[in-house]
């Protein structure tokens, strides 16, 4: 047998692997200069196994022991004011795992819709509760839709 043998995916990853994206739809803001949950209340596609996603509160919640995911996410604001600063930051359990995608409007732009977006993976235990948090120094709305706020979760193993 050669040693570069082609193997199928499911082969040594498994079938119990899923992955999931969702996004906001509904219109809310961000609040000035607090930072909150954002409820992801739609759901693209749902293939997750390994823990469970809920669109009432934002929240996925690991389901075994061992899982570890990758989450992407990304919120846009419809129009930023000069100065406006926005971040994101995914949270496991309450506390950081990631601060990312420092945004700011410049002066002379105007308001523009702007975006911030952050990745990384994470290791986790049954009952983990992962979340993504926004910031900004401004009350804006959040941009809706698939393609403007939303997060994604692969299960990784």
């Known amino acids: 047998a050669s040693a570069n043998r082609k193997v199928q995916a499911d082969a040594f990853l498994g079938t119990e692997l899923g992955d999931g994206k969702f996004y906001k739809s509904t219109a809310g803001t961000t609040g000035a200069f607090t930072e909150q949950t954002i409820v992801f209340d739609s759901t693209e596609y749902n293939n997750l196994t390994r ?14 022991d061992g899982a570890r995911i990758l989450v992407t996410s990304q919120y846009r604001i419809t129009a930023g004011d000069p100065g406006q600063t ?7 359990n309450g506390v950081a795992q990631v601060h990312g995608g420092i945004t700011t409007v410049f002066d002379g732009y105007g ?4 975006g911030s977006s952050v990745t990384t993976t994470i290791n ?3 009952g983990d509760v ?3 948090r926004s910031h900004a120094r401004h009350d804006d709305s ?10 994604c979760i692969v299960e990784l193993g």
């Open 130 to 132: 992962i979340r993504v």
């Open 86 to 92: 926005i971040h994101t930051e995914i949270e496991k």
């Open 124 to 126: 986790c235990a049954a």
């Open 142 to 151: 959040y941009s809706t839709g698939a393609s403007a706020t939303f997060v």
């Open 111 to 114: 308001a523009v819709g702007i």
């Open 51 to 64: 823990g469970t996603f809920n669109t009432s509160t934002g929240e996925y919640t690991v389901g075994s």
